[in-house]
């Protein structure tokens, strides 16, 4: 149990466009889901945080009307990167946080890899 | 505000030899503490976590960490290391609003 996933593993993209990533929680209902971004061997840097059917909240630093977060419903939420630059290449992680027995621990998503050209 | 340090960036050491890993942590009251590990390319997969029960905890793979109040250590170890685990570590603590934040990682090399 306690399964999330992310798609697309990897993206490519060309600068300019705009690229969404979904994250899903496939067998618990996500009240609360994270996106990381993790530069190359570096640590995991926490951007936002999203409950089902809020506005995201923002880490210092991140902007909001680049990295837009939608948390529709209790398994999916999708990070969109607006207008995409070389420097947004990362590798994005979610997480999710469930209610009950699944709330006091997050589960990870395999990551997504983006690259901007 | 809680925080980690991982005390190495990297720890080579050769198969079938211990490993240890370290971390210290900084909280202002009594904290969760987690270990997770990540494989090149790969999400994050949680190897143990401290929630103020026992203090040396048990995890997945042969891993176990003990939480040490006097010393603010959270120390990974594992008594015979394997190829397979070779990957990145993290010592995480969580804070308010179910937070993580992040050590900057140990990368784990074993060697033949």
């Known amino acids: 149990g306690a399964v999330v996933s992310q798609h697309p593993s990897w993206v490519i993209c060309k600068s300019g466009t705009s690229v969404k990533i979904e994250c899903r929680s496939l067998d618990f209902q996500a009240t609360t889901m994270f996106w990381y971004r993790q530069f190359p061997k570096q640590s995991l840097m926490l951007m936002a945080t999203?409950?089902?059917?809020?506005?995201?909240?923002?880490e210092q630093g991140v902007e909001k009307d680049k990295f837009l977060i939608n948390h529709a419903s209790l398994t999916l939420s999708t990070l969109t990167v607006t207008s995409a630059h070389p420097e947004d290449s990362s590798f994005y992680i979610c997480?999710?946080?469930?209610?009950?027995?699944?709330?006091?621990?997050?589960?990870f998503g395999p990551g997504t890899r983006l690259t901007v050209l | 505000a809680q925080s980690v340090t991982q005390l190495d960036s990297h720890v080579s050491v050769s198969e079938g030899t211990p490993v240890l890993l370290r971390c210290n942590y900084s909280s202002s009251y009594s904290p969760s503490l987690f270990w997770y590990v990540q494989h090149p390319n790969k999400g994050l997969q949680l190897l143990l976590k401290?929630?103020?029960?026992?203090?040396l905890v048990k995890g997945i793979n042969g891993f176990e960490a003990e939480f040490k109040k006097s010393e603010t250590s959270f120390h990974l170890t594992k008594p015979s290391a394997h190829m397979s685990d070779a990957a990145e570590y993290f010592c995480v603590v969580r804070g308010g609003g179910n937070k993580l934040t992040f050590g900057t990682g140990t990368q784990l090399k074993v060697e033949l």
């Open positions: 401290y929630t103020s029960a026992a203090t």
């Open positions: 999203s409950n089902e059917g809020s506005k995201a909240t923002y």
């Open positions: 997480s999710a946080r469930g209610a009950g027995g699944f709330y006091n621990e997050q589960f």
